[in-house]
């Protein structure tokens, strides 16, 4: 079969939402772009996943017109629950932030919101279509993909890596430049979602010394709990029984009883962190779990992928509307900083949640470190304030603290040719 050739500015790997938020942006800046994604729009659309989306996606989501559907179904969020058997401490973050919330809105619904968006405004998707080869340098940038057995090719200036965790974009950039760390943790996360009403109207992290258990609200009709399990366990050690009878006593509280209902999904969830020292390489810019990734406590990762994108995308708008390769060059170092800090808070939390099975000096000696942090968290106004605001993707002066910083001088779009560029040096 003859290739197919396409051309276009932006090419962007995975209909991921960073990926969807970057095609937007471009779109009404009438930068051309097109986005390859190798599932179909009905798979992506009928996943199942929680979305706790923080305040600060909110603010970026809201800017450029993505949220009349979040603010409508979505359901605020404002406090969040630490249980013990002996106790129960309430953070109500959002009273400490001056009513800065976070919304349960999930996942796949703003995926089909941004979709929407997009192709009503004539963008191109092209679903089950896998990109199978980069190819990037100073000069330009190439993929190869194949949409069943026909193969297309596509040239363009810039690519945005946009497709998780291990994917083609950033396995195409060598380790040495991108120097990852990974730290794997020594339990893992047994993810259970059920049909039933949620069984609290907060997020609750109960402290047991059997295990973690958790419970987050995913949908009206639709709740997730979380069980802390030895990392060498697998779903068929956990039966519908075990489930429940462990969820009860690890949540346990008074006379709450959790509302059962039909066990849809049990996963098990490795809990790992990687981090890189740069997040581009030549014309390839990479955002969300391709460039970083924790398995996060407070469901940091769809926040993390959207603030990334709202950068990269300035970045191009940048590149392209101003002919200023600043913002491009300079991506990498303006995220890493906040990216680190979100990373570290998620550690943080889960190991302030996680029982430790270690009982040597150094294991014992981290418990009363554990400890210590949720005394802090109940007894220190300047502790409760600094995590309440990191939790809620704190945002000093609300709306104005997310526009655009764009240079005045050239209000009018210019469809200019890249060649006419100084020599671009990113990366
Ligand atoms: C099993 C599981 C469950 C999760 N559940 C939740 C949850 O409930 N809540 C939550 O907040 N987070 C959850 N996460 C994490 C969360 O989905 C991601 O961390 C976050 O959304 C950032 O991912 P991403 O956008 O970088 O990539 P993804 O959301 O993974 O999107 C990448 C997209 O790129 C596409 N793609 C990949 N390779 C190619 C290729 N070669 N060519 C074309 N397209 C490609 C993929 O099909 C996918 O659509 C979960 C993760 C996993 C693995």
């Known amino acids: 079969m003859s290739i197919k050739h396409l051309s276009t500015k932006v090419c962007i790997v995975g209909a991921s939402l960073s990926g969807l938020l970057i095609a937007n942006i471009l779109k009404k800046n009438r930068i051309p772009c097109i986005v390859i994604e190798q599932?179909?729009?009905?798979?992506?659309?009928?996943r199942s996943l929680v979305g706790l989306v923080d305040n600060k996606t909110v603010n970026i989501l809201r800017e450029y017109g993505l949220s009349d559907r979040l603010f409508q179904e979505g359901i605020p969020q404002s406090k969040c629950e630490f249980r013990t058997p002996e106790q129960s401490f309430i953070l109500d973050y959002a009273r400490k932030?001056?009513?800065?919330?976070?919304?349960?809105?999930?996942?796949?619904?703003?995926?089909?919101?941004?979709?929407?968006?997009?192709?009503?405004?004539?963008?191109?998707?092209?679903?089950?279509?896998?990109?199978?080869?980069?190819?990037?340098n100073t000069h330009g940038a190439w993929l190869k993909c194949k949409q069943n057995t026909q193969p297309i090719a596509v040239n363009c200036d810039f690519i945005a890596g946009c497709e998780g965790v291990d994917g083609i974009s950033r396995v195409s950039i060598p380790d040495t430049i991108t120097q990852p760390r990974t730290k794997n943790f020594n339990y893992a996360w047994l993810t259970i979602t059920v049909e039933a009403l949620s069984s609290s109207e907060h997020t609750i992290y109960g402290l047991h010394s059997n295990g973690f258990a958790g419970h987050i609200l995913q949908q009206e009709d639709i709740s997730r709990y979380y069980l802390q399990?030895?990392?060498?366990?697998?779903?068929?050690?956990?039966?519908?029984?075990?489930?429940?009878?462990?969820?009860?006593?690890?949540?346990a509280k008074d006379d709450w009883k959790i509302k059962k209902g039909n066990i849809v999904t049990k996963k098990v969830l490795k809990m790992k962190c990687v981090t890189a020292q740069t997040m581009q390489h030549c014309r390839l810019f990479l955002?969300?779990?391709?460039?970083?990734?924790?398995?996060?406590?407070?469901?940091?990762?769809?926040?993390?992928?959207?603030?990334?994108?709202?950068?990269?995308?300035?970045?191009?708008?940048?590149?392209?509307?101003?002919?200023?390769?600043?913002?491009?060059?300079?991506?990498?170092?303006?995220?890493?900083?906040?990216?680190?800090?979100?990373?570290?808070?998620?550690e943080s939390l889960l190991h302030m949640i996680n029982i430790q099975d270690d009982h040597t000096s150094a294991g014992k000696s981290q418990q009363r470190v554990?400890?210590?942090?949720?005394?802090?968290?109940?007894?220190?106004?300047?502790?409760?304030?600094?995590?309440?605001?990191?939790?809620?993707?704190?945002?000093?002066?609300?709306?104005?603290?997310?526009?655009?910083?764009?240079?005045?001088?050239?209000?009018?779009?210019?469809?200019?040719?890249?060649?006419?560029?100084?020599?671009l040096k990113v990366g």
């Open 229 to 251: 399990i030895p990392v060498e366990d697998t779903v068929a050690d956990w039966s519908d029984d075990r489930i429940w009878s462990e969820l009860q006593l690890r949540l």
């Open 97 to 136: 932030c001056q009513g800065q919330v976070r919304y349960t809105y999930p996942q796949q619904e703003l995926f089909v919101d941004l979709v929407k968006k997009f192709e009503h405004t004539g963008g191109e998707i092209l679903f089950d279509t896998q990109v199978v080869k980069i190819t990037n």
């Open 39 to 46: 599932n179909s729009y009905s798979a992506l659309s009928t």
């Open 287 to 346: 955002a969300g779990d391709s460039a970083h990734m924790i398995t996060s406590a407070e469901e940091k990762s769809m926040n993390l992928e959207i603030q990334d994108a709202k950068v990269l995308v300035q970045s191009f708008v940048s590149y392209y509307r101003y002919h200023d390769n600043a913002p491009l060059k300079n991506y990498s170092a303006n995220r890493l900083p906040e990216i680190r800090q979100a990373q570290q808070f998620s």
């Open 370 to 423: 554990q400890k210590f942090k949720r005394s802090q968290l109940m007894n220190s106004e300047i502790y409760a304030l600094d995590f309440a605001r990191k939790y809620v993707g704190y945002v000093k002066s609300d709306r104005s603290t997310v526009k655009l910083t764009m240079p005045k001088k050239s209000a009018n779009f210019v469809d200019f040719n890249p060649a006419e560029l100084p020599p």
